[in-house]
């Protein structure tokens, strides 16, 4: 087995298992019926193959693949930062999606364990998610599982070019 796929975590299911390059063109799926209901973010595909690349190929990552009768039925992934508030590692999942026809059978609450695992395993403390607020299955999904709201919002700013650095300066 490649050291990149031993460092993942050990499921408790044989439905949720490490993401393999080949399911990616399924993610893209996913993500698309996800970012339809995100107001902020709008699919790419192009994009989103190179951030999966990126992910699968990064030992601070983890990407799963939620499997229902053989198939990709949902995905998520987790990145280990470093938490000021926390004095150590800290998971930030992203992209926690289920196919509509899966829900309801437990693969989003088995994503999230394994994620969470993963995390423990590396030694992170908290993990932490953003969610839209208009998504309020998901809202309650993430309610009825233990996640807590907190007093935090979301702030976003694409880099400046330096040259925009340099006349802000002025």
């Known amino acids: ?17 490490p993401a393999r390059p080949g399911d990616i063109d399924a993610f ?8 339809d209901i995100e107001a902020d973010f709008a699919f790419d595909a192009a994009r989103a193959r190179k951030a999966f690349g990126l992910l699968l190929a990064e030992e601070r990552a983890c ?3 939620a499997l229902h009768d053989g198939e990709v039925a949902g995905m998520c992934s987790g990145q280990i930062v470093i938490s000021t508030s926390e004095g150590g590692p ?10 509509e026809d899966a ?3 437990g693969l989003g609450r088995e994503l999230l364990r394994a994620v969470e695992r993963w995390g ?24 009825h599982l233990g996640w807590r709201r907190t007093s935090l919002i979301c ?7 330096e040259e925009t650095l340099q006349g802000e300066r002025a």
């Open 90 to 99: 800290s998971v930030v999942v992203e992209d926690v999606v289920v196919r």
């Open 155 to 161: 702030l976003r700013r694409h880099p400046a070019s």
């Open 28 to 35: 893209c799926g996913l993500l698309a019926a996800l970012f």
């Open 120 to 143: 423990l395993e590396r030694g992170a403390t908290r993990l932490q998610l953003l969610a839209d607020r208009d998504n309020s299955a998901g809202l309650d999904f993430y309610d």
């Open 63 to 65: 990407v799963l693949t």
């Open 1 to 17: 087995m490649p050291a990149r796929l031993a460092a993942m975590p050990r499921t408790q299911s044989p439905r949720v298992r």
């Open 103 to 105: 829900r309801g059978l």
